[in-house]
């Protein structure tokens, strides 16, 4: 499971008193949101190339892999804002009423901006986390947070753009962070070898990005959608408002849980390519050990937590004795999912530090299309599972992801990229 994954709200947890537009807006944004995590996909490459750079001692290549990187995002965001500058035709020919149509076209347009600004930002995160430093971040993150609350507020009710402004608020927020991260990493000393300028030469190397950044992007889209995929299952159920808002809380309480070994994914994946560029795999074998170890005791803190306090989460989503009742009877199923989560999130780090990004996306095709998705379609409809069925079915496909994972993890020859192992004559070493 991926950050990328998005939050749901469904019927039975929403006020039917909401305005129409709200909710085809949201489901509007539902799929812009692919989309943008496309973009963030994209970027995972960037933890191999940067990484093993890093470790390999070849602080020049850096930049040049990030300048190469932003290309790739710029080229990609130019395309989709293509698509969503004429979104309010694509929607009315898709069958959408026409005024809604347009108020989510508007919305799209003010939010281009932002969708560069999102790229960049994270290429640039994957750049400064590949040398450990994270301390800054929370500043480049902190600031721009609690200046889109007083933009947003500002724009949505004293001007005239309204929903417009909450687009408008976001895309001035990006930009923000990525100004304020851009001036560290020029100014900062720390970065002197590691980005010496722009270079032509990082053009050279946009084909070499491509050919794994595209698989970073479908590994954690090919996730991202299994669960879209599920959701839009549970639509069709007999009794369909109880099984999406039941499927909806878990999948939110499955992305918070994630939230919490998150980090442990991102530091296990720079530290195993570090190591790797550095021509030490057992040092990158050991670092895996004691990541595993320390989700261990995580994950038990974490399902301990959602087990005994899962009346708590329920009580946030809704008042319906009902609801509560079906999600207790979930809840062991969701203790199992999250378990999976934790692990393959090591896993999947350690493979986008070893470079095996398009190897994970054949284990993803596998376990959430050849297994998850079939066995949770027949456990719920053939079975009359429902809920529990569709949940199952997905508990299954991210068992056979985190095993998978795990096989190629134990099979798999740890080495740096060929990429990493011959820079170019001119790029400045120290």
């Given amino acids: 499971m991926d950050c990328g994954r998005g939050a749901e709200k469904h019927p039975l947890i929403e006020d039917s008193n909401k305005d129409g537009f709200l909710a085809e807006a949201k489901k509007q944004i539902s799929l812009a ?43 990609f965001s130019a395309a989709v ?88 608020a976001a895309s001035v927020s990006l930009w923000v962070s990525v100004v304020m991260l ?4 020029v100014k900062a000393d720390k970065f002197r070898l590691t980005w010496p300028g722009f270079r032509l030469e990082a053009l050279r190397h946009v084909f070499s990005y491509l050919k794994l950044a595209l698989p970073s992007a479908a590994m954690l ?10 959701v839009l299952l549970a639509g069709l159920m007999p009794d369909s408002q109880l099984t999406t808002s039941l499927i909806a809380m878990c999948v939110n309480a499955e992305t918070i849980c994630y939230m919490f070994c998150y980090g442990l994914g991102a530091a296990i994946s720079t530290r195993v390519a570090n190591e790797l560029g550095g021509g030490n795999p057992e040092g990158a074998r050991r670092a895996t050990s004691v990541a595993l170890k320390l989700t261990l005791v995580l994950a038990v803190c974490v399902v301990s937590a959602l087990g005994f306090g899962h009346n708590v989460w329920a009580a946030a989503f809704t008042n319906s004795p009902l609801v ?45 299309y050849l297994i998850g998705m079939p066995l949770a379609i027949i456990l719920a409809f053939y079975f009359k599972l429902y809920a529990k069925g569709l949940w199952l079915g997905l508990a299954c496909g991210l068992a056979a992801q985190t095993m998978g994972l ?18 170019s004559s001119n790029i400045v070493q120290p």
């Avoid at 851009?182 to 990493?185: D, I, K, Q």
């Avoid at 062991?332 to 398009?358: E, M």
Wanted: hydrophobic share 55%; proline share 3%; with cysteine.
């Fill in 324 to 368: 509560f009742n079906a999600f207790a009877s979930m809840v062991p199923l969701l203790v199992a999912s999250v378990l999976c989560d934790f692990f393959q999130g090591i896993f999947s780090g350690v493979a986008r530090g070893c470079g095996w990004q398009h190897l994970v996306v054949f284990i993803n095709i596998g376990s959430f």
């Fill in 406 to 423: 795990l096989v190629l993890s134990k099979v798999n020859k740890w080495t740096r990229i060929e990429f990493c192992q011959s820079p």
């Fill in 81 to 168: 804002s293509f698509l969503w500058w004429y979104s309010e035709a694509i929607l009315i020919s898709l069958g959408q009423d026409a005024g809604i149509a347009r108020s989510a076209g508007l919305y799209l347009r003010w939010l281009i901006p932002g969708l560069f600004a999102q790229g960049f930002l994270q290429h640039m995160l994957r750049f400064v986390q590949a040398q450990s430093v994270v301390a800054p971040l929370v500043l480049c993150a902190g600031v721009p947070l609690v200046l889109h609350f007083g933009v947003a507020y500002a724009l949505v009710h004293w001007t005239a753009l309204g929903f417009r402004g909450a687009a408008a």
């Fill in 33 to 75: 949101l692919p989309i943008i995590f496309t973009n963030v996909g994209l970027s995972g490459a960037l933890e191999t190339f940067c990484g093993q750079g890093f470790g390999g001692k070849m602080y020049g290549m850096l930049g040049v892999y990030l300048q190469a990187s932003c290309l790739v995002s710029a080229i």
């Fill in 182 to 185: 851009g001036f560290y990493v």
């Fill in 221 to 230: 889209c090919l996730e991202y959608w299994a669960f879209e995929i599920l």
